[in-house]
């Protein structure tokens, strides 16, 4: 039953005696596995082939000595198919909401087992509850999946059913981005990371109860990588939050980082469009490297010099970059003021007269938005 064929598991049914066959499908072993809990965990394939076999509502409900029923191990094992768990719940519906000795539902198993997508999503399509209950250990289904380092689209399909589940800590304090954070950063971190900060932009900040926020949790060898992951994240236009959290213990290591161009955290920043340009991110950069405006890469270019493209584009709102930082100097960001500071006008400093120019246009902005703008433009004027 592990993992023969179907012809030899047909084979062995066929010359069971008539009226035994429910009593061998019965039957267990020392880890009280009966045949189907076998199939479920080992060998799923032969299920769906062989369904006279397996299908009885007494095995159905048949636990192990953990306490799982043929669902739970269905579910754990990646080969399984959406196919198979959908006629398993049709059999036995209530297995949906039946926990194993450690309080996991069916949807903790996948996720702890890596399932499928098609088959995480059908759980929660037929239980949307369970992306809301905890096991015994206080874990959410979206932390079973954060600790096994699950695909990122499992974390978008766990989170999309339950956003507030980014919100919530296990037993030992830690929100699932605590968990995400043990492992070893990839591409594919970077996706999850930003999902989960999205839904709890915060959580940065938090500690578990061993007092370690969840940058705490990056492996300390790290350091060069994970400051080349913020760059990719600067690069495609991620949340400020997420190149925060890569940077937040290796500051001091950034601060030297160099590509092979010569180009710093900062050029990268401002090496975009107008429409791509990040004000939060600028801000941000400018904050931790204050001295990074006067950084010259292989080509001779500050990131100032990379800006002057962008300075005059003007967004869909008809707001140039200037009047873009301007807000972010007059209303907190988030979640803490990140400060515009005298860099930031240095930075910007060019294309002054269109600046004034399109003042006029600003009518409409709130006093005090306006009375920011009209001063940093006045600081325009004092020398570098």
């Given at each position: 039953m592990y993992y023969a064929p179907v012809r030899v598991i047909n084979f062995m049914v066929s010359n069971i005696r008539p009226g035994r066959h429910r009593n061998h499908m019965l039957t267990t072993n020392q880890?009280?596995?009966?045949?189907?809990?076998?199939?479920?965990?080992?060998?799923?394939?032969?299920?769906?082939?062989?369904?006279?076999?397996f299908f009885c509502r007494d095995i159905l409900e048949k636990r192990d000595n953990n306490g799982n029923l043929p669902l739970h191990l269905a579910c754990f094992n990646r080969n399984a198919t959406s196919d198979l768990i959908n006629e398993l719940i049709m059999l036995y519906p209530l297995a949906l909401q039946k926990t194993n000795d450690e309080g996991n539902l069916p949807l903790h198993m996948a996720c702890a087992g890596k399932a499928k997508e098609e088959v995480i999503r059908k759980l929660l399509e037929e239980n949307s509850n369970a992306a809301s209950q905890k096991n015994l250990a206080g874990e959410l289904p979206l932390h079973v999946a954060c600790k096994n380092n699950v695909p990122p689209h499992i974390i978008l399909c766990l989170l999309s059913f339950f956003p507030d589940a980014a919100k919530e800590k296990d037993d030992g304090g830690n929100l699932p981005i605590h968990l995400e954070c043990q492992h070893h950063i990839?591409?594919?971190?970077?996706?999850?990371?930003?999902?989960?900060?999205?839904?709890?932009p915060i959580s940065l900040y938090l500690?578990?109860?061993?007092?370690?926020?969840?940058?705490?949790?990056?492996?300390?060898?790290?350091?060069?990588?994970?400051?080349?992951?913020?760059?990719m994240a600067i690069r495609e236009g991620l949340s400020v939050h997420l190149i925060m959290l890569l940077l937040a213990d290796f500051q001091f290591e950034a601060l030297f980082w160099r590509d092979?161009?010569?180009?710093?955290?900062?050029?990268?920043?401002?090496?975009?469009?107008?429409?791509?340009?990040?004000?939060?991110?600028?801000?941000?950069?400018?904050?931790?490297?204050?001295?990074?405006?006067?950084i010259v890469n292989n080509n001779g270019q500050t990131p100032k010099d990379l800006l002057q493209e962008a300075a005059t584009y003007k967004d869909s709102a008809g707001r140039l970059l200037l009047h873009r930082f301007a807000k972010l100097k007059a209303s907190y960001y988030a979640f803490c003021e990140l400060n515009v500071t005298a860099d930031v006008i240095n930075l910007l400093q060019m294309h002054i007269l269109t600046a004034f120019q399109y003042q006029t246009t600003m009518a409409c902005y709130h006093y005090t938005m306006l009375a920011s703008i009209i001063g940093i433009v006045k600081m325009f004027c004092l020398p570098c």
């Open positions: 880890s009280w596995w009966t045949p189907l809990h076998i199939a479920c965990y080992c060998n799923p394939g032969v299920i769906l082939l062989t369904p006279q076999v990839d591409l594919l971190s970077l996706e999850k990371l930003e999902a989960l900060l999205k839904e709890h500690h578990n109860n061993d007092g370690k926020v969840p940058s705490c949790l990056f492996q300390r060898d790290l350091g060069d990588e994970l400051i080349s992951y913020a760059m092979e161009n010569g180009n710093c955290l900062l050029h990268h920043a401002c090496n975009k469009c107008g429409a791509e340009i990040s004000c939060q991110t600028i801000a941000l950069l400018l904050n931790l490297f204050p001295e990074s405006p006067k």
